[in-house]
């Protein structure tokens, strides 16, 4: 494992607070603490990483071709939606109104570990998506990550 590289997992229920505000999971501080990057996720979630995975990804995108639409249409979509957050001594980070709406962020959310990022659901949507993956998931009759299992 690289130590370089922040390992997320784990589902945590935590709220936001009346001003948009959100307590990162205890054990996601550490790894947080200096910042964190979010912007939109698929599946209308919120995408959380660090500083370093975050620089990474934006590596990697800056080498797909320009000229590609779809590429430069995800590249608008991902990063004009993208905040950078340092949480404040109660661990906390403000999640901006943008991200909120795009996630439909009430007050109840599910933060979720997805190995070099976290991700932020409303409560509701994340057990809707979860329920509809469980059977997929446990059935695995299709190889989905070919040489993993």
């Not at 200096?34 to 990804?57: D, K, M, P, S």
């Not at 906390?92 to 109840?108: G, K, Q």
């Not at 997805?114 to 809707?128: F, Y």
């Amino acid at each position: 494992m690289n130590p370089d590289v922040a390992n997320f997992f784990g589902t945590y229920t935590p709220r936001l607070d009346d001003k948009g505000r959100l307590f990162l999971p205890a054990k996601f501080r550490p790894r947080l603490e200096h910042g964190i990057v979010l912007t939109r996720g698929q599946e209308n979630c919120i995408y959380g990483w660090t500083t370093e995975a975050f620089n990474a990804f934006t590596d990697r995108v800056r080498d797909t071709p320009f000229t590609n639409q779809a590429a430069r249409n995800f590249t608008r979509m991902f990063f004009s939606g993208a905040s950078s957050e340092v949480p404040d001594k109660q661990g906390r980070i403000s999640v901006p109104t943008v991200l909120r709406e795009w996630a439909h962020l009430d007050r109840d959310c599910t933060v979720v570990g997805a190995m070099d990022r976290i991700e932020i659901w409303d409560s509701g949507r994340w057990t809707e998506f979860s329920n509809a993956q469980e059977g997929p998931f446990a059935d695995m009759s299709e190889e989905v990550m070919p040489g993993i299992f």
